[in-house]
């Protein structure tokens, strides 16, 4: 299995008893490490099937049709009107498309690698 492991959140999941102990033996500090998001890497890689998958789906009709529509609403997606008239309304719509933006960045990258794999393993089976 290749690419980064991903941790589950809830297996780090600690009892209140086991919170208040550490914030009273261990102190502010080991409270404030418990609330700290999950570690994962940097690219949020998935496993090798997980890219192949991705990688077949996009070379049939309905597949292109999936990733056509998850595109729409990430990378495709237009910038949003903003209600608000004030610069942090503006800011955090900003945001908002630049998150959503990522996921189909993240998606597109690892359709691109998934295809390259396929390639890979059709070109050493020749």
Do not use: C, Y
Not at 8 to 26: F, Q
Not at 71 to 86: I, K, M, S, V
């Amino acid at each position: 299995m290749s690419g980064a492991a991903n941790v589950n959140p809830r297996a780090l999941v600690r009892s209140l008893d086991d919170m208040l102990k550490a914030g009273t033996a261990e102190g502010w500090d080991a409270l404030e490490a418990m609330f700290q998001p999950a570690l994962v890497s940097q690219a949020f890689r998935p496993d090798d099937q997980v890219l192949q998958s991705l990688g077949a789906l996009s070379n049939t009709e309905v597949g292109r049709q999936v990733l056509d529509w998850l595109f729409d609403l990430t990378n495709r997606a237009p910038f949003p009107r903003h209600a608000g008239q004030t610069f942090e309304a503006m800011a955090l719509a900003a945001k908002a498309h630049e998150a959503r933006a990522a996921v189909g960045e993240v998606i597109l990258a690892a359709v691109v690698e998934g295809r390259k794999i396929i390639d890979s393993k059709q070109r050493g089976s020749e």
